[in-house]
């Protein structure tokens, strides 16, 4: 199945995709994310078309392709192929910039899932949100508490924030179960990081964290509670 976000803030996109994909799987089942400058279509082909192989009642598998239409290997490939990888049993997720109308018109030919967040540009830029997931790794309270409350100043979204926090433990998690980043199919820098803040975080931590805050996604979703106070409250019982 192919979900598309695309839109014209860069960080809206990322969040809303990474908090979507998250969604859909299970705690310590893989999400293999594929990024512009690490494309690899033999890699894509492989885990994409897995399921179709091994036939029905096979493990799903989440791809989420970050920004990969700046890679000129990929766009053909998707603009190829985007029926069959829609039609296979995986999902298949892009995060991408405001496409074309034509690029949309393909897509929507083929019955894929596509939100359109192009929006007046919120000034969420100014904000890190990579210190955002930094200060959950370390278990940094006070810096947590701090920049939860300046993303929501920015302007940044409860599933954006969501999505960040969500990332940050699913990295931890994958990095206390593998030996390098290759086999977490994760970037290397993160990963470097992400080992680095497994130190700090007992397996149960992880998990029950991953499943609170997918829990919020999918009622805030369903319109039960106030997100932004859900999380709030997840950020001041980190220790």
């Given at each position: 199945m192919l979900t598309i976000f695309h839109g014209?803030?860069?960080?809206?996109?990322?969040?809303?995709?990474?908090?979507?994909?998250?969604?859909?799987k299970e705690v310590g089942?893989?999400?293999?994310?594929?990024?512009?400058?690490?494309?690899?279509?033999?890699?894509?082909?492989?885990?994409?078309?897995?399921?179709?192989?091994a036939g029905f009642g096979a493990t799903q598998t989440v791809v989420l392709c970050d920004h990969v239409f700046e890679?000129?290997?990929?766009?053909?490939?998707?603009?190829k192929f985007s029926e069959e990888i829609h039609a296979a049993g995986n999902h298949c997720i892009l995060a991408e910039k405001t496409l074309t109308a034509g690029v949309l018109s393909n897509l929507k030919k083929i019955g894929a899932k596509i939100f359109d967040l192009k929006t007046e540009k919120k000034d969420t830029r100014a904000f890190n949100t990579f210190a955002l997931g930094d200060a959950l790794g370390m278990?940094?309270?006070?810096?947590?508490?701090?920049?939860?409350?300046?993303?929501?100043?920015?302007?940044l979204e409860g599933e954006e924030i969501c999505g960040v926090l969500l990332w940050q433990l699913k990295n931890i998690l994958l990095a206390q179960s593998t030996k390098t980043f290759t086999e977490a199919s994760v970037s290397e820098y993160p990963y470097k990081k992400a080992k680095q803040f497994s130190k700090v975080w007992k397996e149960n931590e992880l998990k029950n964290s991953l499943l609170e805050l997918a829990k919020m996604y999918h009622?805030?979703?369903?319109?039960?509670?106030?997100f932004m106070n859900r999380l709030e409250l997840f950020v001041l019982r980190v220790k």
């Open positions: 014209n803030d860069e960080v809206v996109v990322r969040g809303k995709a990474r908090a979507y994909a998250l969604s859909l089942e893989d999400t293999l994310v594929l990024e512009s400058d690490s494309f690899d279509v033999g890699r894509l082909e492989e885990v994409l078309f897995a399921q179709t192989f890679n000129a290997d990929a766009k053909t490939f998707f603009d278990k940094d309270k006070k810096n947590l508490w701090i920049l939860f409350a300046q993303a929501r100043e920015a302007g009622d805030a979703h369903r319109g039960k509670g106030d």
